[in-house]
């Protein structure tokens, strides 16, 4: 058997580089019955595309940010509420392993639009890059800050002032460059690959959110697998999730030097991050108890699962 796992990704960077680790476990398990193949970003399209492709079965598994489906899957917009899940990339790794909510609760959102995510994981604290250094809410008046396919998004940015508009990311250096778009927010480790900073004089350490992607299968292939196939798959998914924690904070310590070379870093003080904190805090009801098709429940659950694991 031969399945593809599409990535939205270029090679080196960490979800083509996970795929690639995925790949080769299952191989040496199976001694070669099953083989892996990973593709990068662009080999199927934009991530839209591969979100539709995986969801009609032409590939087998995809990383995938739930940014991109946020229109389809409201609930797994929670993930672009900032100031959320804990700062720390360790501590949201944890809630990402073992929620309840995320795992059992959100998978069955996913199911209903035949993607299964099978786990979560974080690619590590976002950062926002811009030309004119972002240190408090305010500084986003007047920029045009670059989204993913997310509602929820707008409303987060509409907050501090921006406005939004939705790119593939492979759009974003040439966006960035001509000044139709003046900001956007990724891990250390992919400004510096896709060289956003070439082309952004200032990086702002915000710690508002991490950036999560998914492992995800077929809904309909993976339920027609042998008990054999599926224990395969879970075991070597689940054995992933500390691997690919090590991968992308070593990414993203490698990143941060680089970038640090050339361009201007703004670490945000607690009074910088509070204020932000305050502005963000209205979005997280309006998710809870205005956005269409959300359950509360699910948001709820989640929250105390964080609690539980932060102590606060
Ligand atoms: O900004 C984006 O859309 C891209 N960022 C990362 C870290 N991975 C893939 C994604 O498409």
Known sequence: QEWQIVTE?????????????????????????????????????????????LQQGGVEMAVMSPGFTGGQVPDGQIFSLHYFFPADPELTQEVLTNSEALNTDLRAKYEEHNISPLSFWTEGSMAWTSNVGIESPSDWEGLNMRVQESPLMRETYDAYGATVQSLSWGELYTALDRETVDAQENPLFFIESASFHEVQDTVTISNHNNYIAMTTVNTDWYNGLSDAEKDLIDETVAEMQEWVFDEQKQQNEAGLQAIEEDTEIIRLTDEQIAEFKEAAEPVHEFYRNEVEGIDPDLYDKLKEEIAEITGE
């Open 9 to 53: 990704e270029l090679q080196g960077e960490v979800q083509y580089e996970y795929a690639a680790e995925f790949a080769s476990r299952i191989e040496e398990k199976t001694d070669g019955a099953i083989t892996v193949e990973p593709l990068e970003y662009g080999a199927l399209g934009s991530e839209v595309n591969q979100a539709q492709l």
